[in-house]
């Protein structure tokens, strides 16, 4: 983090007086967001902790403790608030942990299971609680700056290390990507738990000189774990004149419907990034005639966040850009993507997570490149079914045409060993049934037979984190899926035969 740290010094020298951070009625120039990360660095090195955990809601204390640990050399972790207890109480027993920064203590205590047996102010609205640390606790090489739980596909957290230079030089990539400037006022609209909006989000303008705005999530429109309200944010975005901000495909969908349905768009954007999770290339070209400047990229934390990125004069909807200029990524035989340079520190278990610098890390996504050198990602290796006619399908393919049909909101395709593919479909509630054939029938246009939809059933309503059916960053547990809606998968797939539609709901 040293270029990120000197970087601010060298803004608090240069331009003292500007705008470094802002959250709600608080503001703090450079220069004296240099001194606070100066102090608060002391205070923790005084606290003497092997790894600290951050629980809070977005804001200006939040950026200024993990700034501070950075300072001072120890690892964070941020601990998301959509965690569940069992979740929040296995990243507590591996990470080391034993003072956890929060605005919530008891209600941290509460869900996390955990006994306080410390409690002191630290900062503003944080206070800072010491817990006693796991018994299974990874012993970390002094390298490591944050380890970033990832819920993944399955309940239980994966801790991604991640080495200091590692985030340091994603944060310099992007700048240059995004063209990342003193001008720039950045709204950050998801959690500052997602690693993601840590690095770009805060990181990024940071090393420009820029702004970085702060709002809580409420201020964005993010309600528990998985409300959002797209009127909010879009006025929160106009009112702070953001210019850059980052989105999750559900977002962006959000704000495409809200617009065609009159609501104008933030004057101020220059640059939004979607990330996070599948999206159709007619969605973010829908976004873009709407006065949305979208780019597309693609990422994952063991990479310590983006590997890809649409940039300014180079943004072509379908694709998520070129990769970053320090990394070099390739297509390995069976099509899956591999990065190289990427310094992955390896997972938090109970031996040493260090890992080789040189080994290129398995995305297990799948993917190509055109003859520009932009990647194009195709679906996930695991993901991947054989129809009982011998086809692959990789059913992030079929998703994304159909989530390009105006109205529908959600989409998950099953086809293992089955003669045709199916799909449960989460559409506006305005849509008839009538309506939502069309568009399974406009998405079908654009596929080879193989891979169309032939069944469908209507959800009553979306598939959600709360009831363990998606990842709290949108993807699909499918498994999951599967499960909860095996009596009616195997009602489409054996009482139906393959032109017929099944109209009723869950």
């Known amino acids: 983090m040293n270029k990120i740290l000197q970087a601010i010094s060298h803004h608090a020298l240069n331009r003292p007086r500007a705008v470094a951070i802002r959250s709600g009625n608080r503001t703090i120039n450079y220069a004296t967001l240099r001194m606070m990360i100066d102090s608060l660095a002391s205070r923790l090195t005084a606290m003497a902790p092997r790894a600290i955990g951050l629980f809070a809601d977005n804001g200006l204390d939040w950026v200024l403790a993990d700034l501070g640990a950075q300072q001072a050399g120890i690892p964070v972790v941020p601990l998301p608030g959509f965690f569940s207890r069992a979740q929040l109480q296995y990243a507590l027993q591996h990470s080391g942990i034993d003072w956890v920064l929060t605005d919530h203590a008891d209600m941290f205590s509460a869900h996390a299971g955990v006994a306080i047996l410390e409690n002191r102010a630290f900062l503003n609205e944080l206070d800072a609680i010491r817990i006693e640390a796991g018994s299974a606790a990874a012993r970390l090489p002094a390298d490591i700056c944050k380890i970033s739980y990832t819920s993944g596909t399955t309940g239980t957290p994966r801790g991604v290390c991640l080495r200091a230079d590692a985030v340091e030089q994603v944060a310099l990539s992007l700048q240059q990507a995004t063209g990342a400037n003193e001008e720039d006022r950045h709204v950050c609209a998801l959690p500052l738990a997602t690693l993601l909006e840590n690095i770009a989000g805060v990181y990024v303008p940071l090393l420009a000189g820029a702004e970085c705005i702060v709002p809580t999530l409420a201020e964005v429109g993010l309600t528990g774990s998985s409300g959002f309200d797209v009127r909010r944010q879009l006025a929160t975005l106009q009112a702070l004149r953001a210019t850059t901000v980052i989105l999750v495909p559900q977002m962006l969908a959000a704000q495409v419907v809200a617009l065609r349905a009159g609501l104008p768009a933030p004057s101020t954007l220059r640059f939004v990034a979607v990330g996070g999770g599948c999206i159709s290339a007619r969605t ?223």
């Open 284 to 506: 973010v070209m829908a976004a873009l005639e709407l006065g949305l400047p979208v780019h597309e990229g693609y990422g994952l934390s063991e990479c310590a966040s983006v590997v890809a990125l649409n940039r300014p004069g180079d943004n072509l909807p379908g694709c998520v850009g070129k990769p970053l200029p320090h990394l070099r990524v390739e297509i390995a035989k069976d099509g899956e993507i591999l990065v190289h340079n990427a310094n992955f520190a390896g997972y938090l278990d109970e031996s040493n997570p260090a890992t080789n610098k040189d080994q290129p890390v398995a995305t297990g996504d799948l993917g190509h490149f055109d003859q520009a050198g932009r990647l194009y990602i195709t679906g996930r290796k695991k993901n991947v079914f054989i129809t009982s006619f011998g086809r692959n399908v990789s059913p992030e393919w079929v998703e994304s045409e159909l989530l390009a049909q105006r109205g529908l909101l959600q989409a998950i395709v099953f086809g293992e060993a089955r003669p045709f593919n199916a799909a449960l479909i989460f559409a506006h509630p305005e849509m008839d049934t009538a309506q939502i054939e069309a568009a399974v029938a406009s998405a079908n246009a654009h596929l080879p037979d193989y891979a169309r939809v032939r069944h469908w059933l209507r959800l009553r309503e979306p598939l959600s984190a709360q009831h363990g059916l998606m990842t709290h960053n949108g993807r699909p547990r499918r498994a999951a899926i599967a499960e909860a809606y095996r009596q009616n998968l195997e009602t489409i797939f054996e009482g139906k035969e393959a032109h017929d539609v099944l109209q009723s709901a869950a």
